[in-house]
């Protein structure tokens, strides 16, 4: 399994791009500090009215350490944040990456609102790491350490003050906001993704909500998710708050105890003006720099606890009921003599007993195959495992090639499904159709649909531009169907698996829908028609019966 340390190593960018920003950053809160000391000393010493020869030099030290202060800021800004956001774009992709084997089999426990929160709110949380905690941790300490030398070679009692008041500071801050906020923190991302889920499921399902008048019911989940949330960003502000609220006490401190160690020096002649304004202001400019370290310690509770949550959504280890991914090499497998399952046993993932049991199945090129069998007979499992969503016991061939050395996509070459609840985008038509064939004219696409028995109905709707809605919101089931197939037929199977396409469809369209279907699909291909309703004779040459995961006799 991934680890949180696993995920927060693979958030830090390379030292190569890290380093230029960590040392704009230490240069540009230098010269904030270098500029309120070398003013403090110019205000004071030039009050003594000498000669301008003796502070010519400090002149020109605040106005370069101005001018250096900005652009250094800037550049820490242009260096750390393109190299926090190339490792972010690395990191998101790279999880992607580790959820494609999962999908679709590997992921039925998990809820989209976790999966979402992780790869938008966890991941981008991630970007925090180099940006909130580790440049504020190099840069502010190793200035603060310096301020305290700086102070140290001015007047010592005031050095030792100063790093008195940042111990404490930094201590007193961190147990602060581990102590009040450490909770709200780790709370925030899974109410984040309650909330999703509360407003995916409402919208996903209102007919069906207005239908049974839980429409009121789902908006007051939605209400309580958003105000667990709020509860959870107003603690984690007010113990922000409360952080600044420590750092700045302290440093009034420091500035009132460097004040009260300096003037007995004063008094003895031992320390002049200029030398105490130096002692007694820089603390100001130190803790103001000082004061990211103890909310990059509020960052970092975040960010591991973002890390925790992404090592648990997107597990490093696929399950063993999933195939194991491989190179694709983007050829298709011969189709051959056709598909040859041979004592395939396959389950679906974190259960324990199979859902098929010693299938031995043949489909020819061209046939038409129907599975029947009641819910729960396996038809599914069959489905996915022909299309190699899911591992399999036993043998199974295409053609001469043993699916057991293909990569899973490459199959998916040859074997398409058409599901039971087809996948449509939130686009027009053509986007919806093209990414089966992004080469496919306007025309070709036209063709499609008049195949599957959509074209007037296309044209009528003002063509391949119309917009189906989210999740196909705006077609009928049947609709879904046809253009799903459409999307098949683009794509150019050799076996073409239909998973109960007549779901959700009214029982007298049903028969006309399957004549469409199997009709646009041609003789020159396979079909695997899986459905648990009769099928109108002479559409299929041969029929086979599921049972407990069997085929019976």
């Known amino acids: ?53 003796y502070i010519s030099a400090a002149v020109v030290g605040v106005r370069m350490f101005a001018l250096t202060r900005a ?29 494609v084997p999962l999908a679709p089999d590997g992921l039925t426990r998990t809820r989209r609102g976790s999966v979402l929160g992780a790869l938008v709110d ?7 790491l180099p940006l909130r905690v580790v440049l504020p941790l190099v840069s502010s300490t190793a200035v603060a350490l310096g301020a305290v030398v700086l102070i140290a070679f001015v ?9 008195g008041c940042l111990v404490i500071a930094a201590a007193a801050a ?16 899974p109410l984040r993704a309650a909330l999703s889920d509360a407003v995916t499921d409402h919208l996903g399902s209102l007919d069906v909500l207005a239908a049974y008048g839980a429409e009121a019911a789902s908006r007051e989940r939605i209400a309580r998710a958003d105000q667990r949330l709020r509860r959870a960003v107003v603690r984690r502000a007010g113990s922000q708050a409360g952080t600044a609220a420590v750092v700045s006490l302290l440093a009034g401190a420091a500035s009132l105890l460097a004040v009260l160690v300096s003037a007995p020096a004063i008094a003895s002649g031992h320390l002049g003006g200029p030398e105490m304004a130096v002692a007694v202001l820089v603390p100001m400019a130190v803790f103001e720099v000082f004061a990211a370290v103890p909310l990059a310690a509020a960052s970092w509770r975040q ?34 003599s056709g598909i040859r399952l041979r004592g395939v046993t396959a389950r679906w ?64 070459l040859t074997v398409g499904l058409c599901e039971q609840n087809p996948m449509l985008f ?14 496919a004219t306007d025309a070709e696409l036209e063709a499609a649909l008049d195949a599957v028995g959509l074209g007037d109905w296309v044209r009528e709707r003002g063509g391949l531009d119309a917009r189906v809605g989210e999740r196909g919101a705006l077609v009928s089931g049947g609709q879904a169907q046809r253009i799903a197939l459409a999307r098949a037929l683009l794509h150019g199977f050799d076996v073409l698996v239909l998973d109960e396409p007549t779901a959700g469809v009214d029982p007298a369209a049903s028969d006309a829908l399957l004549a469409d279907l199997l009709t646009a699909v041609g003789d020159d291909r396979a079909v695997v028609l899986i459905s648990h309703v009769r099928v109108p004779d002479g559409l299929v040459d041969r029929t086979v019966r599921l049972e407990n995961g069997r085929i019976a006799d």
Not at 122 to 128: C, I, Y
Not at 174 to 189: F, K, P, Q, T
Not at 310 to 315: L, N, R, T
Request: charged share 25%; aromatic share 6%; proline share 6%.
């Open 1 to 53: 399994m991934t680890s949180a340390a696993d995920i927060l190593r693979g958030a830090m960018p390379s030292a190569r791009r890290f380093w230029p920003g960590a040392a704009s950053g230490f240069a540009s809160e230098a010269s904030a500090v270098a500029l309120l000391a070398v003013s403090a000393w110019l205000i004071v010493r030039a009050s003594e009215q000498p000669l301008l020869m």
């Open 71 to 99: 652009a250094f800021r800037y550049t820490e800004r242009l260096a750390s944040h393109d190299a926090a956001l190339r490792q972010l774009a690395d990191t998101r992709t790279d999880l992607v990456r580790r959820l």
């Open 122 to 128: 966890d991941v981008d949380e991630l970007q925090n």
């Open 155 to 163: 007047w010592w009692p005031a050095a030792l003050t100063l790093l």
């Open 174 to 189: 961190s147990a602060w906001g581990w102590a009040s906020g450490s909770r709200a923190e780790r709370s925030i991302a």
């Open 303 to 336: 960010v591991r606890a973002a890390a925790t949550r992404i090592a648990d959504a997107v597990p490093a280890d696929v399950p063993a009921e999933l195939p194991r991914d491989r190179e694709p090499t983007g050829r298709a497998p011969a189709l051959g």
């Open 349 to 412: 993932p974190h259960t324990a007993e199979p859902s098929l049991h010693g299938v031995d199945l043949d489909v020819a090129p061209g046939e038409r195959l129907l599975v029947v069998g009641s819910s729960g007979a396996g038809k599914t499992t069959l489905a996915h495992v022909l299309v190699r969503f899911l591992e399999i016991e036993g043998q199974y061939a295409i053609g001469d090639a043993d699916v057991a050395t293909l990569s899973p996509d490459d199959v998916r």
């Open 426 to 439: 939130d686009e027009d038509i053509r986007q919806n159709l093209l990414f089966a064939r992004d080469t």
